[in-house]
């Protein structure tokens, strides 16, 4: 202790400075591999887009053809509505559901360790098999859900069989698949909330709804608008739900623009106009992740 | 008045169980229909009214599965690329997830999110005409490379989640008694830290696992891992359910029986990061 200088230079400030340049070396390796695995994915893929190139060929300057025939393609157009549509229902119903769910998975029950393990299985198991098995339960004539429709005298449904039904269908899909996350994510905040507000609650002689509407909701508010950033952004770039249960169809019924992309990219191999698709994707994703966030600063302050 | 209060409390205690069977019911009846299809033969599979429990299990589904010979490759395929990937992810991500916490480096992990919000497909395109060009493809470097996208992101996040809750005093007292800054993270922090690594692992091997858009793209006959190859049977024997079923269980069983197992470590490791994979 005696080798301890009795004053620094100038103490706090220079400290971690200091500090800080040291841990680059723990730091500086993966920010080397983030950014060669990310950014030279995007240098190529902004240079791409402004190329036409199909395998076989060398790529040759279009400037922003690829861009404006991506603005008046229908079929793009199409698939940017038909996400918007997904991507509303894909975000609002699991808010609810996984809210209702950390309410439940708040309160004290026996087993509840193990039952929050079998919660959060959807979200957990490999996509692809989680897919097949949704796949068969739709079957029009042979599914389950037809036949559990029908026991309670309901009409039956085609599902992702027809273009009316497949987005609700698939939306469906990936309630059941997400709602343990939002429930985690929301569960998180529960555990945070100040006990004060609760008591003079009781001592007021709130109803259980009054407490939840008036106290938990508010205060919740700010994990909800997280669990809404992080639905959104899955949401946007779902795939392999989509993929194995629909390939995008029936027709383009169920094409968002990932599978869209997917399908320009490597069934048609238009990479130019693919790449140019990437760029506007991305723009939508930040755009929509901005306008959340810019929401959660709003509701912080008020 | 004690009567109405235990007629009460039996209502919320049936309000309570009811609340907690609707919210785990969705997990258990599709997961039971995922069994029920697996161990049934094709008759009771094809029948309607669909028939739940088999009337006598059989196991012919998983052997049709496990005969066809490749699916001892598609497994070691899968191994090889979750396990080195993790393994990579590990070796960069636990020295900088230590290295963000301790220096606050906030915006450095804001940085590492961009990975979780660009979508796969738009890696994909660059990185397969450039693994292409370097004749790669056909081999599994490819997806080890790629899956380090998947596992580095959540192994910085877990790893920085957990090296903040751990107090810096002892990493200090070490330096001041002459250790260098890597000494004290290597025998301090590091053998601290085990628990953290070992959800760290568990998650992203989980993640890398399940991942399929990746591999649709870069895998061929000889390297698909084992979502590609389930879901490439799907196209051949679309009616004959048991099967497909069967494989499917057995590509998400490990998962299934992990998050079982481990819920606790699994629910911390998501709740630090907030995340999921791809």
Known sequence: MASVPLSYPDPGRRRLKVGAARYWWFIGPSVVVILSIVLFPWIFTIWMSVQEWSPGGPPSYVGMRNYSELMTSDRFLGSAGRTLYFTALAVIIPLFTGTFSALVFHREFPLRGLLRGIFILPMMATPVAIALVWTMMFHPQLGVLNYVLGLFGLPTSLWVYSADTVIPSL?????????????????????????????????????RWQTFRYITLPLLLPFLVVAAIIRTIDALKTFDTIYVITQGGPGVASETINIHLYLQAFAFHNIGYASALVVVFFAIIVALALVLLYLRQKAKWS | MSRTLTLRRFADRAE????????????????????????????????????????????????????????????TNSLI??????????????????????????????????????????????????????????????????????????????MMGFFETLPRDLEEAATIDGATWWQAFRYIALPLARPGIVVATILSFIFSWNNFVF??????????TLPVAVYNSMSFEQISWGPLAASALLVTLPVLILTILLQKEIVHGLTTGGLKGG
């Not at chain 2, 591999?215 to 698909?224: C, K, M, N, P």
């Open chain 1, 171 to 207: 939306v469906l899909v990936e309630v059941w698949h997400w709602t343990p996350l939002v429930a985690l994510i929301v569960l998180g905040g529960l555990a945070a909330l100040p006990v004060e507000p609760y008591e003079a609650a009781k001592l007021d002689g709130a109803t």
């Open chain 2, 81 to 158: 690329v979750s396990g080195m990937s993790t393994l990579i992810g590990l070796l960069l991500g636990v020295p900088a997830g230590y290295g963000i916490a301790r220096a606050r480096a906030n915006r450095l992990a804001a940085f590492v999110l961009i990975s979780r919000i660009t979508p796969g497909l738009s890696y994909l395109i660059p990185l397969f005409i450039l693994f292409r060009y370097l004749d790669l493809i056909g081999t599994l470097v490819p997806m080890i490379l790629i899956h380090i996208v998947i596992t580095l992101p959540i192994v910085i996040w877990v």
């Open chain 2, 16 to 75: 309570l169980t009811a609340a907690v069977v609707l919210v785990v019911a969705p997990a258990i009846v599709v997961f039971a229909w995922m069994l029920s299809l697996a161990f049934k033969n094709d008759l009771e599979n094809s029948a309607y009214p669909p028939v739940f429990i088999p009337s006598h299990i059989t196991f012919d589904n998983f052997a049709a599965t496990l005969q066809r010979g490749t699916f001892f490759r598609y497994l």
């Open chain 2, 215 to 224: 591999g649709i793209v870069l895998t061929g006959r000889e390297t698909r």
